[in-house]
């Protein structure tokens, strides 16, 4: 049970803590978060090798808080993506409550 709240927890951590690091930040979390879970899983797993992977899953999350942040010419991830995502329909729903009515539908639809 203990392995699993550390499990939930780096899952947290992972969504929280590093929304601006590269994406192998991610890549490495979460191969950890699934070694832990199968691990957990498993029934012919030992107490001490669970208590192991969770060591190591709580290492892992002091050293990827030290990978580089995103750069503007790093892929984008998930968590880039949807802050784009919302600002793009933030501007569309700003653009419709003060565009549309007021302007012809020729305007509305070049902006």
């Known amino acids: 049970v203990e392995a699993s ?3 939930i927890q780096a899952i947290v951590f992972s969504t929280t803590q590093l929304t ?7 890549i490495d979390m979460g ?3 699934t070694k832990l879970v199968i691990r957990i899983l498993d029934p012919f797993t030992s107490v001490d090798a669970i208590k192991a992977q969770v060591e190591e899953l709580k290492a892992l999350e002091q050293k990827v808080l030290n990978y580089p942040d995103l750069q503007p010419t790093d892929r984008a991830t ?3 993506k949807a802050k784009l995502d919302k600002a793009i329909w933030n501007t569309r729903f700003e653009r419709d409550k003060k565009v549309l009515g007021v302007k012809s539908f020729e305007v509305y639809n070049t902006l």
């Open 5 to 7: 709240s550390e499990a």
């Open 20 to 26: 601006n690091k590269v994406e192998q930040a991610h």
């Open 31 to 33: 191969f950890a978060i």
């Open 78 to 80: 998930i968590y880039t």
